[in-house]
């Protein structure tokens, strides 16, 4: 199994441009979720799916879209970046709700908005 | 509010130079308490959860334990290749299903 992939690791945006992180897992899992992580801050959830067709916003869902077509993919869309974006995102899943919730985390994207 | 903070911010050790991490915690009901490992440029990796009051969780150098308001992680004659960042998380009772809120985690460097 690959287990959490993100692409792409880097990027660079200007303010403004859109884009989209993608999210990919091959473990079956239910639930996915989106954060982002920055200096001296701790990770924020920013939205989450329980299985395909649910989603619901999370801490910090201001700027960011998703969509769970499918249960192996949870993309991220950034409508019209702004500065405040730059961060590393993290996208996470798990095969459950229940207590033994063990988060796989993909590698991160590394975001920059000029 | 739900809150998580971790102590100390980093923690320099000598190889062999056992210590603990903190976690104290304030939530409306706990489901479970996490620790995860995040290397530089990578994503976070789970080490434990610990679920009630009085539970203990070890792997290899690493033991973790719970009280009712904090958790410790405590590592034993740590090895350079135990360097990384340390993050607790939290996941409560209230709220949406599997969510975690996380620490801010405590940086971790093990000298030779």
């Known amino acids: 199994n690959a287990g959490v992939t993100q692409t792409p690791k880097f990027q660079v945006l200007k303010t403004g441009q859109s884009m989209t992180l993608q999210c990919a897992q091959d473990m079956n899992h239910e639930y996915m979720s989106w954060y982002r992580q920055d200096p001296g801050m701790g990770l924020r959830l920013i939205h989450y799916s329980v299985g395909a067709g649910i989603t619901d916003q999370g801490e910090v869902p201001n ?3 998703v969509s769970r077509s499918t249960t192996e993919d949870f993309p991220l869309r950034l409508l019209s970046a702004a500065p405040s974006q730059t961060s590393v995102y993290f996208c996470a899943s798990s ?3 229940g207590l033994e919730n063990e988060q796989f985390f993909g ?3 590394r975001l920059t908005v000029l | 509010e739900d809150q998580v903070t971790q102590s100390p911010e980093a923690l320099r050790l000598q190889e ?12 409306s009901g706990l489901r479970g308490l996490f620790w995860y490992r995040q290397d530089p440029g990578k994503g976070p990796e789970f080490l434990f959860t610990l679920y009630s009051a009085g539970e203990e969780k070890e792997k290899e150098r690493l033991k973790a ?4 308001k904090e958790s410790f992680l405590h590592i034993t004659a740590p090895k350079p290749e135990d360097s990384a960042t340390y993050l607790c998380a939290v996941q409560a009772v209230r709220g949406s299903q599997g969510n975690l809120i996380f620490g801010k985690g405590t940086k971790l460097s093990v000298k030779p």
Do not use: F
Not at chain 2, 16 to 27: P, R
């Open chain 2, 16 to 27: 062999g130079e056992s210590s603990s991490l903190n976690c104290s915690y304030t939530v």
């Open chain 2, 65 to 68: 334990t719970l009280t009712k």
């Open chain 1, 63 to 65: 700027g960011y879209n």
């Open chain 1, 107 to 109: 590698p991160g994207t």
């Open chain 1, 95 to 97: 095969y459950s709700l």
